[in-house]
């Protein structure tokens, strides 16, 4: 007999670090989750990732049980982690914070494929190009 989905929490959570506090302990304690079961799985699945800020979608059933996906970090945390910048550009059109080469902006478009809705590498790469604007990040012409 298939589960009946009851309900569908997103999340931002640390990579290895989640733990009952919130976010994720209220969100998931409203639905009737184990949460520390809960933390000891996500922290298992994510300790290659430590420390990255991590969208997951974890999806609550019938019987209290729940599944979970974890989803690439934000294209913008992408962009600074390769850059190695604290944040984006207050204003991004006057000041620029950085600057991505074409490789690694196929790099960033690469490991965050699986998450976007782009049919190609070529338009996950304009989507990283253009949070990359947004953030001030200049991005090399070829």
């Known amino acids: 007999m298939a589960k009946t989905v009851k309900k569908v929490i997103k999340v931002m959570a640390r990579g ?12 998931l304690g409203q639905a009737g989750v184990d949460i520390s ?11 290659g990732m430590m420390g990255q800020l991590l969208p997951v979608q974890i999806t609550v059933y019938d019987d209290r049980s729940f599944s979970f ?8 945390t992408l962009i600074k982690a390769e850059l190695k910048i604290e944040s984006g550009s207050g204003e991004p059109n006057k000041t620029k914070v950085g600057k991505l080469s074409k490789a690694q902006v196929r790099k960033i478009a690469e490991r965050k494929m699986p998450d976007l809705n782009a049919n190609d590498i070529e338009a996950a790469e304009k989507t990283v190009m253009g949070t990359a604007r947004s953030m001030g990040v200049t991005v090399e012409s070829s």
């Not at 290895?16 to 969100?27: C, D, F, K, T, V």
């Not at 996906?69 to 913008?76: E, L």
């Open 16 to 27: 290895g670090q989640a733990n009952p506090a919130p976010p994720i302990g209220p969100a």
């Open 37 to 47: 079961g809960f933390c000891t799985k996500f922290n298992e699945q994510t300790k």
């Open 69 to 76: 996906v974890v989803k690439q970090p934000a294209v913008s």
